[in-house]
């Protein structure tokens, strides 16, 4: 190979890594942009093993009454990096199916031997609890409202949660769900939320995703902001993105 040829063999290779790169990115960000789910399959070598992982997604894929899509991604292709990097792939047990939200953060994710297309549907989050996992994403903490309609004093719990997410700097949000929305119905019984609750029933995260503070009810604002900064456990808690586990626990 003389030197023309090897400086166009490199061009050609090159603009080919930055190609993949950009079109693995891309068809990300236009997922997110359409609202779609994506079943992410990270592998670092073809074969047997990668295709069955890229079916099963597939599979997952055909089940849901929404639109989603199936991404490859090639960790050991070096122009892929940055998403290698960006979900935590390096060292990570290959292949791995990971389901980003519609918002584009990870949700959770299945090694090969625990995967089946029902566990990734399943995984996707609900509306609300997909407004939990962003926040905790960009390390907010959230105050998680349950309420009914009938319920009078939620606005005034609302205002108290405002107040406490100032306090924080902004640096926390309130997010409300209601015992009578059907698409929440799996996200509360994780909660094990009493449906039968005469009050609104506030669940503070702390930025780790963990339930630190259960209130029926009205509280103090400064009880809500000292459970908001309370430091991570090893026990318990509402998982955040990236777990095994959608929900919480």
Known sequence: MNKTQTIMFLFFLFTGLIRINAQTVAEIENANKACKPVFLVAYNAGGADADKAVSIANAAKSTLKSSSIVIK??????????????????????P???VLDKNGTPAGGFELKDATAAKLVEMIPSPKYSEVIKAL??????????YKESMTSKKNIMDNCEIACRKL?????????????KNETKFLKSLACDLNAKEPVTYVVNSSGQVTGTYNGMTDVNNLVSSAKKAPTKAGGCCPG????????
């Open 242 to 249: 990236g777990s095994k586990a959608g929900g919480c626990k």
């Open 73 to 94: 991604l090639n960790t050991s292709d070096a122009a892929n990096s940055a998403l290698v990097s960006k979900y935590r792939l390096a060292g990570a047990p290959l």
């Open 169 to 181: 700097d902004n640096k926390s949000i309130t997010v409300m769900v209601s015992m009578d929305d």
């Open 96 to 98: 791995l199916i990971l």
């Open 137 to 146: 994403s960009v390390g907010k903490s959230v105050y998680l409202v349950v």
